[in-house]
């Protein structure tokens, strides 16, 4: 293994060597332990060559103010070469910001800018919370959830998904999808799923397997399934 990483820094370090410029991207995550680690890529401006990952850096008890943000980036802009970074991509949270004004203030040769990406997930998550859409994917949300939290429920869905699927009713099997609200194309997948499944969800509400089950959530989830207006403004929205 530390053969391989050797071999693999080494081809890294002359794919970086190749290029004049280079754009520093970065991202934060938290581990199922709850440990905060950033992690660095190298994008260069060539289409023959795919961003590249450089290192991982666990923060620790380091609070990520932009002082600090800004010092963590540093350390990796030396080990890439100061020369050859013209760019930093993060985020756009205020401590990112603040750290942009640092490092332009130090390197006036990098340009520090937010991820694109980001900030359209930000946007079509605006988007989502209007009357227009809040109150569908909301329903969405509550039908997925009924589904995929009762084992015996999920897999008659499952079942019928097949049968539908076998007699030509629906094009595709796919599952139903638990939205995530920094990610929009989770929003849209869960919407678009429960679409997908009009007709498995329609025989899954009258199954006995669904009438067996106890409480308000029942009798909830039959009505939005019977309601011609919900998936009118799901096909809308």
Not at 39 to 59: A, D, E, M, R, Y
Not at 92 to 105: F, P, Q, V
Not at 173 to 194: D, F, G, I, M, S
Request: overall charge positive.
């Amino acid at each position: 293994l530390d053969n391989a990483f050797e071999k693999q820094k080494t081809v890294i370090g002359e794919y970086i060597a190749e290029s004049n410029v280079v754009a520093l991207i970065s991202d934060g995550w938290s581990n199922i332990r709850r440990e905060h680690i950033v992690n660095f890529i190298v994008s260069i401006p060539n289409l023959k060559n795919k961003p590249v990952f450089i290192k991982s850096i666990s923060t620790g008890e380091t609070q990520l103010t932009g002082n600090n943000v800004a010092k963590i980036i540093k350390e990796v802009i030396a080990v890439v070469g100061v020369n050859k970074v013209t760019a930093v991509i993060t985020d756009n949270t205020a401590n990112m910001k603040a750290a942009w004004d640092i490092l332009e203030a130090e390197y006036p040769h990098i340009f520090c800018n937010g991820c694109a990406a980001h900030v359209f997930n930000l946007l079509v998550k605006d988007i989502c919370d209007t009357d227009a859409c809040s109150g569908i994917l909301e329903k969405c949300r509550f039908i997925t959830h009924f589904v995929r939290s009762r084992t015996a429920v999920i897999e008659r869905f499952r079942a019928l998904q097949l049968f539908h699927f076998q007699h030509k009713d629906i094009q595709y099997k796919r599952n139903l999808v638990y939205p995530c609200e920094t990610r929009w194309y989770t929003q849209h997948a869960c919407l678009r799923r429960v679409l997908d499944n009009h007709v498995v969800l329609c025989s899954l509400a009258t199954h006995a397997v669904v009438t067996r089950v106890k409480g308000h959530d029942k009798e909830t989830f039959c009505n939005m399934i019977g309601d011609d207006n919900f998936w009118a403004s799901a096909m809308i929205a």
